[in-house]
C-alpha cells in the first residue's frame, strides 16, 4: 500500500490542479480504448448474434469485455420489458444511444457533441478548398475552449502528452544513474513553420498530410487498429492477446519519437515539432487565463523552471503563446507566488523576486570614543 | 571508449538499422491498386481525399462493420495496398462485409453519412427514393463465364441478397441475373452472398469510373508518388 501511495506521489506530488489533469489525462487515455469497443458492441448488437459471442467467448478476456460493456449499458438504460421471465435487451435504444459515443481525439463525438481538432479542420477546409457548415459545427467547442482557456488540450488530454510526461521520468531515472541524457535544444519556430509547410501542401496537392504524424490522430487509428485486432483474434479462433498484429509504422513514428526525447532532447517533439501544439498556441495568444507571478512572494528558487514541460521561464515572467496553462509550475511554486489570474496580456518582466527574508546588514560597529589618560591631557596642556 | 561514447554510438547505429529496415520493408510490397468502395455519399474521388480528415467515425458508427480504414493489413486479404494519400480512408471490401444500407436500425440517416464530421460523406436519408438519388458506391457486373445459373446450374442467391430486387438486379429465366444501372447503388450484397470463388458478381467501383487521370495537382503528386513507390 505504502509502494503505491509512493508511486502515486511520484505521479502526482501535491494536490490541487495536477488531480484534476491527471484524472482528465487518464479519462482520455480511458476513451480512447472505450470507444472502440462500444463500436464492436454496438456492431455485435446490430447484426451479429451478441448473445452466442458473449458466451461463445465466456472464458477469453474479449468476452468478458464485451459482458461488462452490456451491463453496464443495461444498468444505465431505460426499464427493459421482460420476454419469458426475463429482461430482454432494448435494442432499440441501446443503437440508439451508442450513436452518439464514437471517434478518437482526433475527432469525436460524445454524447452527441461533436468535437474536431482545429487541426484537421484548417487542413479539410485548406485541402479540399471549401468550407462545409459540418465542420464548424465540431470546432465550435474546442474552438471555445482553445480561446479562452489556452493550449489546454496539449497539457489535459493528448494522449501524446500524457505519454511524453512518462517518458520525462525516464530522463529522472537516467540522471540517477548518472547517464545524464543530452538535451539538445532548438529553434522553436519550427513547429511553427512545419504547420505552415504541412498547410500549404494540403492547399497545393489536395491530400491533407499533417494528420499522418500528428499523434492524436495516430493515437486514435492505431488504438481503434489494436482493438480491431484484438476483437479479430477471438474471432478467427486464435488463442491469447496479440497486440503486435496492430503495430505499424505509424507506432513505430511514436516510438521513435519517445526514445529520442528520452535520450536526445528533453520533450522534442511538443516544444519544437509538433504542428498541432503551434496550432492550438496561435488561437491561445489571447487567451483570458494566464500564469502571474507574486514579485512579493517569489524567492527565485528556479523550481517553476525546472518542472515547466514546456521549457519556459515563469520566474522571470516569460511565458508567451507557449504556455499551456498545466498547472505544473503553480503546483511545485513552494512560496505560492504563481497563480492563475484572468488577463488578456503577459505580464511586463517585474525582476528577481522579493520574496526572500530580507537579511539586515552587519551592524557597522560605532568607533568608541578614545580614552585620553589624565597624564597626557596634563602633558598636552 | 569512455561508457557515454559507446552509449552513443550504439544508439546511432541501432537507430540507422531501424531506419534502414523500414525503407527496406516498405520499398519491397508495395502492390498495385485494385478495387474498393467508398462508403455511401462519398464525394467524388480527389474531393473524397482532400476532405477525409482519416478519423474512422463512420467506421465505428457502421453497425454491420463493412466500413474498414484502409491500411496495409487490411487491404492483404484482396492483394491490396493503400495508394499515395490513400492510407487511413474509409473503405469496403463488399466481399468480406457488405453495406446493408442501415436497414433495420434506428436513425434517420445513414449511420456513416450522420458521423462524418467533415462533409466528405454527405448526410443521406435513408428512405427509398434518396438511398436511389444519392448513393452510387458502384455498379453491379455480371461475369457470365463464372456465374452458375448462365452455365447450366440454378443459383439465384444475389437476387435474394439485393436490397432492390426485381429492379436493380433481375432474376430471369433459370435463375440468371441481370443488372439494371438506374437502380444499382453498389451496396456489394451481391458480391457478399455469391457463392462462386472468385465472385461471379462484383461490384465496378464509381471512384474507378470518375477518377481523373490528371489535370489537377493532386492527380500529379499521385502520379509522382506511384511512380517512386
Same mark, same amino acid.
Given at each position: 500500500m505504502s509502494a503505491l501511495r509512493k508511486a502515486w506521489t511520484a505521479l502526482c506530488p501535491k494536490p490541487g490542479w495536477q488531480w484534476a489533469r491527471r484524472g482528465v489525462q487518464a479519462a482520455a487515455i480511458a476513451l480512447l480504448f472505450l470507444l472502440p469497443v462500444l463500436a464492436r458492441y454496438n456492431n455485435y448488437l446490430a447484426s451479429r448474434e451478441l448473445d452466442g459471442v458473449m458466451e461463445r467467448w465466456q472464458d477469453r478476456s474479449q468476452g468478458q469485455i464485451l459482458a461488462a460493456t452490456d451491463q453496464a449499458l443495461r444498468a444505465t438504460g431505460s426499464e427493459e420489458q421482460v420476454f419469458e421471465g426475463n429482461p430482454r435487451r432494448n435494442r432499440e435504444e441501446l443503437q440508439e444511444r451508442l450513436a452518439r459515443y464514437r471517434g478518437s481525439v482526433w475527432s469525436v463525438e460524445i454524447a452527441g457533441v461533436s468535437m474536431t481538432d482545429p487541426l484537421a479542420v484548417a487542413e479539410s477546409a485548406s485541402a479540399s478548398k471549401q468550407l462545409r457548415w459540418v465542420l464548424f459545427v465540431g470546432l465550435l467547442l474546442p474552438l471555445g475552449i482553445t480561446l479562452i482557456l489556452g493550449r489546454v488540450f496539449c497539457s489535459w488530454v493528448c494522449p501524446m502528452n500524457t505519454l511524453l510526461e512518462l517518458t520525462d521520468k525516464l530522463r529522472g531515472v537516467l540522471k540517477f544513474l548518472e547517464l545524464p541524457p543530452h538535451n539538445l535544444r532548438f529553434w522553436r519556430g519550427n513547429k511553427f513553420l512545419l504547420l505552415g509547410m504541412g498547410i500549404?501542401?494540403?492547399?497545393?496537392?489536395?491530400?491533407?498530410?499533417?494528420?499522418?504524424?500528428?499523434?492524436?490522430?495516430?493515437?486514435?487509428?492505431?488504438?481503434?487498429?489494436?482493438?480491431?485486432?484484438?476483437?479479430?483474434?477471438?474471432?478467427?479462433?486464435?488463442?491469447?492477446?496479440?497486440?503486435?498484429?496492430?503495430?505499424?509504422?505509424?507506432?513505430?513514428?511514436?516510438?521513435?519519437?519517445?526514445?529520442?526525447?528520452?535520450?536526445?532532447?528533453? =520533450?522534442?517533439?511538443? =516544444?519544437?515539432?509538433?504542428?498541432?501544439?503551434?496550432?492550438?498556441?496561435?488561437?491561445?495568444?489571447?487567451?483570458?487565463?494566464?500564469? =502571474? #507571478?507574486?514579485?512579493?512572494?517569489?524567492?527565485?528558487?528556479?523550481?517553476?523552471?525546472?518542472?515547466?514541460?514546456?521549457?519556459?521561464?515563469?520566474? #522571470?515572467?516569460?511565458?508567451?503563446?507557449?504556455?499551456?496553462?498545466?498547472?505544473?509550475?503553480?503546483?511545485?511554486?513552494?512560496?505560492?507566488?504563481?497563480?492563475?489570474?484572468?488577463?488578456?496580456?503577459? @505580464?511586463?518582466?517585474?525582476?528577481?523576486?522579493?520574496?526572500?527574508?530580507?537579511? @539586515?546588514?552587519?551592524?557597522?560597529?560605532?568607533?568608541?570614543?578614545?580614552?585620553?589618560?589624565? #597624564?597626557?591631557?596634563?602633558?598636552?596642556? | 571508449m569512455k561508457r557515454r561514447e559507446f552509449l552513443r554510438n550504439a544508439l546511432t547505429l541501432g537507430a540507422s538499422c531501424a531506419a534502414g529496415g523500414a525503407l527496406m520493408g516498405r520499398a519491397g510490397s508495395h502492390v498495385a491498386a485494385g478495387t474498393f468502395l467508398r462508403p455511401p455519399g462519398a464525394l467524388n474521388e480527389d474531393d473524397f481525399l482532400s476532405t477525409c480528415i482519416r478519423c474512422g467515425r463512420c467506421g465505428d458508427a457502421c453497425p454491420n462493420r463493412c466500413i474498414t480504414t484502409f491500411t496495409r493489413d487490411v487491404g492483404k486479404d484482396f492483394s491490396l495496398a493503400p495508394g499515395p494519400g490513400e492510407e487511413g480512408t474509409p473503405v469496403i471490401f463488399p466481399r468480406r462485409q457488405a453495406c446493408m444500407l442501415c436497414q433495420g436500425v434506428p436513425g434517420e440517416y445513414l449511420r456513416c453519412t450522420d458521423a462524418c464530421p467533415t462533409g466528405a460523406l454527405q448526410k443521406i436519408s435513408k428512405e427509398y427514393e434518396s438511398l436511389q438519388k444519392h448513393v452510387e458506391m458502384g455498379i453491379a457486373e455480371v461475369d457470365h463465364q463464372i456465374c452458375h445459373s448462365y452455365n447450366g446450374a440454378t443459383c439465384g442467391v444475389c437476387g435474394r441478397a439485393c436490397p432492390f430486387p426485381g429492379k436493380a438486379l433481375k432474376i430471369g429465366l433459370y435463375e440468371r441475373p441481370t443488372v439494371n444501372p438506374d437502380y444499382c447503388i453498389g451496396c456489394g450484397l451481391c458480391e457478399r452472398s455469391c457463392i462462386k470463388y472468385p465472385q461471379a458478381i462484383r461490384i465496378v467501383p464509381r471512384h474507378k469510373q470518375f477518377e481523373s487521370q490528371g489535370g489537377t495537382l493532386a492527380g500529379l503528386l499521385k502520379t509522382l508518388l506511384s511512380g517512386t513507390a
Open positions: 500549404l501542401a494540403a492547399l497545393l496537392f489536395s491530400v491533407p498530410l499533417l494528420g499522418y504524424f500528428y499523434p492524436p490522430a495516430i493515437f486514435g487509428r492505431e488504438i481503434h487498429n489494436w482493438v480491431n485486432v484484438f476483437f479479430d483474434r477471438a474471432e478467427a479462433g486464435a488463442p491469447g492477446i496479440s497486440w503486435l498484429g496492430g503495430l505499424s509504422i505509424a507506432s513505430g513514428f511514436v516510438l521513435g519519437v519517445m526514445v529520442l526525447e528520452v535520450f536526445v532532447s528533453e =520533450r522534442l517533439w511538443c =516544444r519544437y515539432l509538433c504542428p498541432g501544439g503551434a496550432l492550438y498556441c496561435l488561437l491561445g495568444k489571447f487567451r483570458t487565463v494566464r500564469v =502571474r #507571478r507574486d514579485v512579493a512572494k517569489c524567492t527565485d528558487c528556479a523550481d517553476c523552471i525546472t518542472v515547466c514541460g514546456m521549457g519556459l521561464n515563469p520566474m #522571470r515572467d516569460v511565458t508567451g503563446i507557449e504556455c499551456d496553462n498545466c498547472a505544473l509550475c503553480i503546483t511545485y511554486c513552494e512560496p505560492r507566488a504563481l497563480s492563475f489570474r484572468f488577463d488578456l496580456f503577459d @505580464p511586463r518582466p517585474q525582476g528577481p523576486g522579493q520574496g526572500l527574508p530580507k537579511v @539586515p546588514a552587519a551592524p557597522v560597529p560605532e568607533p568608541k570614543a578614545v580614552e585620553v589618560p589624565e #597624564r597626557a591631557k596634563a602633558v598636552a596642556s | -
